[in-house]
């Protein structure tokens, strides 16, 4: 066994995690020539939600942060999280638009997709797939850890196996609602390593608690790679620390090679803006807390929180606990998805509904029609045809690949934003978030044609 790579994750999916992905460029650039120093496999350092966050609260362009960190680290691989034919938003796209976000991160500094579907479709990540094939980055295909009826470590294993031959350069075991238990992780490393021939790497989240005793026992199942996050702003709802994890493993034949006094050098630069995030209150200390009912409801943090403020906004924050009991009947009635973005919100979202409407299925959402319409892809189990019929009628399920059916997206999206547009990556940006770009795209302008500091202020314009 060679010593186990680490990717430190708090520049993503740890400030994610925390505090609704708000940390700014200004705020990483102190730190970022000492993380390329560390000797980190990779950097987590863009996708996920940071690309929203960007254009919505920080005023930044998500393409310039992802030069500037490109630009910062020179030696260590730039990582970012991809949701198949979603991309980064939560609607499927056309193959064109894929594509052409694959080659446009890449060109900007990328070098490892991890590429995963929320449904576990597999066909869903073909374009992505073969895109970053095409542009010589490092696939990383991800499926969406969860248990119930058919989750057995054959299941995974078996869409390991079509991982790779799908042109996968290494799998992630993604685990984004802390349900993977120690000993499982260790069988279920094991059964994917007897499956491919390629390296494994484990994301996880501290959520129940488990999640170093997790890493622990996948490293000793042979896994090569492991997400952690420098300690600030590491454990709760985001990964579990690196520092923890170095120091567990160094002088054992895992030994990461990273040295603790080099990392305490940055953290020392993130303990002041965990300082920071605490005293503003945008890191809530509910959020670090050990939640084990996450084992027993499968609901990821984030998805937690949002039902909480969907209860409270309808006055009904009560209901908590019927909601929390409706939702794997929810997620078993449409074939027992992953609850991953989107999916989560669309299953918790209906679980609200059929609470305080007192009756299952009385009002259903859009997207939760288009689940059971087949418009996100198959789902991992089947549907039961009498809950088909209840929520869609007569209507005929899709069952081709959803994206067969969007014709090439590209050219009329550039019509529409002719006006904005400053490098080709605005049309990926408007293509994603349209009224949120929008509103950016003028910003910006009023910005570049010298506004005053008065006149920022009130539109909300944030310097990088």
């Known amino acids: 066994m060679s010593k186990v790579g680490i990717t430190e994750t708090i520049i993503r999916d740890a400030h994610q995690s925390l505090i609704a992905t708000r940390m700014t460029t200004e705020e990483m650039l102190p730190a970022l020539e000492k993380m390329d120093k560390i000797g980190y496999h990779s950097i987590e350092a863009w996708g996920g939600a940071t690309f929203d966050s960007c254009l919505r609260f920080l005023g930044e362009d998500p393409w310039q942060r992802l030069r500037i960190i490109r630009d910062k680290v020179k030696n260590t691989k730039l990582q970012m999280l991809f949701r198949g034919q979603n991309i980064l938003g939560y609607r499927h796209y056309s193959d064109d638009v894929v594509a052409y976000f694959v080659q446009k991160s890449i ?3 990328i070098d490892i997709l991890r590429i995963f579907d929320a449904l576990n479709d597999p066909r869903n990540l073909k374009t992505a797939i073969d895109a970053t094939r095409r542009e010589g980055g490092h696939v990383q295909a991800a499926f969406s850890y969860t248990t119930g009826p058919g989750y057995t470590l054959d299941y995974y294993a078996k869409y390991a196996k079509q991982l790779e031959e799908m042109g996968a350069d290494s799998i992630c075991i993604k685990d984004m609602a802390c349900l993977l238990k120690p000993y499982e992780a260790y069988d279920l490393v094991k059964a994917i390593k007897g499956a491919v021939k390629l390296p ?3 994301h996880t989240h501290y959520t129940a608690g488990l999640a170093s005793m997790t890493l622990l026992k996948a490293v000793e199942a042979g896994v090569d790679v ?3 996050a420098l300690s600030p702003l590491a454990m709760g709802t985001s990964q579990p620390p690196t520092e ?5 493993l160094a002088g054992t034949e895992y030994d990461t090679g990273i040295d603790l006094a080099e990392l305490d050098q940055i953290t020392k630069h993130f303990a002041g803006l965990r300082e920071k995030y605490l005293k503003s209150g945008q890191l809530d200390v509910k959020a670090l807390k050990v939640d084990v009912n996450a084992l027993l409801y499968q609901v990821p943090g984030g998805m937690l929180s949002n039902l909480m403020r969907q209860l409270s906004d309808a006055g009904k924050s009560e209901l908590l606990g019927e909601v929390l009991a409706e939702v794997p009947r929810v997620r078993a009635d449409v074939g027992y998805p992953p609850l991953v973005t989107p999916s989560s919100q669309i299953v918790g979202t209906q679980a609200v509904f ?6 299952r299925y009385k009002m259903v959402t859009k997207e939760f029609k288009g689940v059971v319409r087949g418009e996100y892809g198959r789902t991992p189990m089947p549907i039961d045809p009498e809950i088909t019929k209840k929520i869609i009628g007569d209507e005929e ?3 081709c690949r959803p994206a067969d059916k969007l014709a090439p997206e590209l050219d009329a999206l550039r ?5 904005y547009i400053e490098q080709d990556e605005d049309v990926l940006t408007y293509a994603l978030f349209e009224q949120v770009a929008l509103k950016f795209f003028e910003e910006r302008k ?3 044609y010298g506004i005053d500091a008065n006149a920022d202020a009130a539109i909300g314009v944030h310097s990088v």
């Open 354 to 359: 059929n609470v305080i409407g007192g009756e």
């Open 107 to 109: 060109a900007n500094g």
């Open 415 to 419: 019509e529409k934003i002719a006006g």
């Open 226 to 228: 492991i997400d952690t």
């Open 446 to 448: 009023k910005k570049k």
């Open 200 to 202: 494994v790497q484990l």
């Open 244 to 248: 923890t994890l170095v120091a567990a």
């Open 397 to 399: 399920p899709i069952t």
